[in-house]
C-alpha cells in the first residue's frame, strides 16, 4: 500500500511566519505534487517535482517555493504567510510521468494563517 | 469559466436510490478521466478511471462522452457509507495538468 504522510494535520501560524509544511512518500514514486483546496474552487496545484532537485511552478505558485532533496520527501514552504493562504494543504504522489497514473494523497494539512 | 464543472450539490437520497452526477470539462484535448472520492475532513481517492466505452465496477458506472465533452457517474443501490464528495478529475497531458472539479456532495440517508 502506498503511503503519503504529511507532518502536521492542523496548523495555525501568524501572519509574516516561515512556514513549512513535509511530505513524505514511501513507495518511490518519482512525481510528487503540492495543491491547495478551497471550496468551491477544487484543487489547485501549486508545485510539482519529478526528481530530486528538481520542480516546476504549477496554476498558484506565488507565495510559496519547494523543495526536494530526496526521492521520498517533499517540502512546501510558505516564505512570508498570509490570511489568504489559509487553506487544506495537500501533497499527491505518483509512481510515473503520463496521463494515466493514479495521485495518491497525503491526509493534508489543515493551514490557519491569523 | 472552469475547466471542469460540476454541480456541487448536495445530493440528499434515500439508501437504495439510484443517483447519477454529471461533470464537463472545457479543453477537447483532454486525455483521461477519473472519478474521486472525498469523505468528509480526508483526502481524496480514486474511485475509478472513466474509459472511452464506458466502465463499471460493482454499483458504480462511469461514462465518457468525448463529442460532449462530459462525464458521468451513476451510483446504483445507494449505500449509508456512499455518502461523501465526489471530485471528477480530466487529465490534460501529463500527470501535472490534473484539473479537479469542486466537488459533488452526496448524502445518503436510511
Known amino acids: 500500500d502506498v503511503k503519503v504522510t504529511q507532518s502536521s494535520r492542523y496548523l495555525v501560524k501568524r501572519t509574516g511566519e516561515k512556514v513549512f509544511l513535509e511530505c513524505v512518500q514511501d513507495m518511490d514514486h518519482e512525481n510528487m505534487f503540492w495543491y491547495r483546496q478551497d471550496p468551491g474552487l477544487g484543487l489547485r496545484l501549486i508545485y510539482f517535482?519529478?526528481?530530486?532537485?528538481?520542480?516546476e511552478k504549477g496554476d498558484i505558485p506565488e507565495g510559496y517555493s519547494v523543495s526536494r532533496e530526496k526521492k521520498e520527501r517533499f517540502s512546501l514552504i510558505l516564505e512570508s504567510a498570509s490570511t489568504n493562504q489559509t487553506s487544506m494543504y495537500l501533497c499527491a504522489s505518483t509512481p510515473g510521468q503520463g496521463a494515466y497514473y493514479e495521485q495518491y494523497f497525503g491526509p493534508g494539512t489543515r493551514l490557519t494563517v491569523t | 469559466r472552469k475547466e471542469v464543472e460540476q454541480d456541487p450539490g448536495p445530493f440528499n437520497v434515500p439508501e437504495g436510490a439510484t443517483v447519477a452526477f454529471n461533470c464537463t470539462y472545457s479543453?477537447?484535448?483532454?486525455?483521461?478521466f477519473f472519478w474521486y472520492r472525498q469523505d468528509c475532513r480526508k483526502e481524496p481517492k480514486l474511485l475509478m478511471s472513466v474509459y472511452s466505452s464506458g466502465n463499471e465496477d460493482g454499483r458504480f458506472t462511469a461514462q465518457l462522452n468525448r463529442a460532449s465533452q462530459y462525464i458521468s457517474l451513476l451510483i446504483r443501490d445507494s449505500k449509508l457509507s456512499d455518502s461523501a464528495t465526489y471530485l471528477c478529475?480530466?487529465?490534460?497531458?501529463?500527470?501535472?495538468?490534473?484539473?479537479f472539479g469542486a466537488g459533488t456532495r452526496l448524502t445518503v440517508k436510511p
Open positions: 478529475v480530466v487529465n490534460n497531458r501529463n500527470n501535472n495538468d490534473m484539473r
Open positions: 479543453n477537447s484535448a483532454s486525455q483521461s
Open positions: 517535482s519529478y526528481d530530486v532537485k528538481m520542480k
